[in-house]
């Protein structure tokens, strides 16, 4: 079974541009999370998603958003890049059900703003 | 809400020597708690996890780790150190909210170098 995809590995981007990041979980996980690391802040939660609805949101500011799509895709957006923008965005699927609990991750996108 | 505290951001071992990373967690309800590794420039891979089963978990490439309620800990073992250990470790731990709403809270991570 195929793992967590992440699209593009490496982005570089200017200031007040915009950035979409794409995620496609493991076959058959609905549940898809976003985490932003840095090495100043750590892994820090940005949002999850389940039934393309948004079920929980971490302390981000508005111009980080996301969505998912009717087959568990998921995309994330930054729009008008701040340099502290730059870090690894980590994508993590799991499946639904409190017994089931572990996430599963992405190899990430490094997005660096200049 | 939950935390998580590793003590000691770098840990240095030797090739053969016992390997300890401590992680203690702060949770309000039991919690579901987590060991991930990650090698540089790549995602993050579960070792081992906690769910409230046996106390002594056991996990991939022979580590392990004991949940001690009482000293609220969650500390990482492994017997013997291999060169293919030196990597970033994370503690975390799993809250599930309100439904089944899930997030994880990482600790800082240490950074396990395997000295020859």
């Known amino acids: 079974k195929a793992g967590v995809t992440q699209t593009p590995r490496y982005l570089i981007k200017t200031r007040g541009q915009q950035v979409t990041l794409s995620c496609s979980p493991i076959?058959?996980?609905?549940?898809v999370s976003w985490y932003q690391q840095t090495p100043g802040q750590g892994l820090q939660f940005l949002f999850e998603?389940?039934?393309?609805?948004?079920?929980n949101k971490g302390n981000f500011p508005g111009r980080f958003s996301g969505r998912q799509f009717s087959n568990s895709r998921s995309e994330m957006n930054v729009s008008t890049l701040e340099l502290g923008d730059s870090a690894l965005y980590l994508c993590?699927?799991?499946?639904?059900?409190?017994?089931?609990?572990?996430?599963?991750f992405g190899q990430g996108t490094r997005l660096t703003v200049v | 809400a939950q935390s998580v505290t590793q003590l000691g951001s770098h840990v240095s071992v030797s090739e053969g020597a016992l390997v300890l990373l401590r992680c203690n967690y702060s949770s309000s309800v039991p919690p579901y708690l987590f060991w991930y590794v990650q090698y540089p420039n790549q995602g993050l891979q579960l070792l081992l996890k906690y769910t409230s089963a046996a106390t002594l978990v056991k996990g991939i490439n022979g580590f392990e780790a004991e949940f001690k309620k009482s000293e609220t800990s969650f500390h990482l073992t492994k017997p013997s150190a291999h060169m293919s250990d030196a990597a970033e470790y994370f503690c975390a731990v799993s809250l599930f909210l309100s439904g089944s709403a899930r997030q994880l809270t990482f600790g800082s991570g240490t950074q396990l170098t395997v000295l020859p």
């Open positions: 993590a699927s799991s499946l639904e059900g409190r017994g089931n609990t572990e996430a599963f």
């Open positions: 998603y389940f039934s393309e609805t948004q079920r």
């Open positions: 076959s058959g996980h609905r549940s």
